[in-house]
């Protein structure tokens, strides 16, 4: 009786499988015909070679040899964070005239009292 109840679950686990599987549909055609890719046309002159022009070397950026005067802050970067006071900037100062923290540091003018510029970062001074 068993086995007469399995070969029944069996054979209608295969028929419910069986009935339910649809035949796959190709895919839909498209109306246009498949296009070629262009070819490029052959050259009909040839290209004439660049001839290298002569240019002057570059000449290096002058450096600057004294630090800004005192009172004078730095131009800030780009990137620097918008301030309208020194405390906005936290170790470095605020450049009012342009609207940001005056980062990197220069000189140690640019740091807020109790701090010096090194590497372009205001830190605290030690004693």
């Known amino acids: 009786m068993q086995n ?3 070969l029944l679950v069996l054979a209608a686990s295969f028929v419910a499988y069986a009935g339910c599987k649809q035949e796959e549909a190709p ?14 046309p052959a050259p009909t002159q040839p290209v004439p070679a660049a001839t290298p022009t002569p240019t002057a070397a570059p000449t ?4 600057p ?11 800030p970067s780009p990137m620097a964070l918008p301030c309208t ?9 605020c450049n009012t005239q342009f ?9 140690d003018n640019d740091c807020n009292p ?10 605290p001074a030690t004693q």
């Open 99 to 107: 609207g940001k923290c005056a980062w990197p540091c220069q000189t």
């Open 27 to 40: 895919p839909p055609q498209s109306p246009y015909p498949p296009q070629p890719y262009p070819t490029a």
């Open 65 to 75: 040899t004294q630090p800004a005067p005192a009172g004078t802050l730095s131009q």
């Open 85 to 93: 006071a020194d405390a906005n900037c936290l170790t470095h100062r």
């Open 114 to 123: 109790g701090n010096r510029c090194m590497g372009g970062a205001c830190v």
């Open 4 to 6: 007469a109840k399995a």
């Open 60 to 63: 290096p950026a002058p450096t």
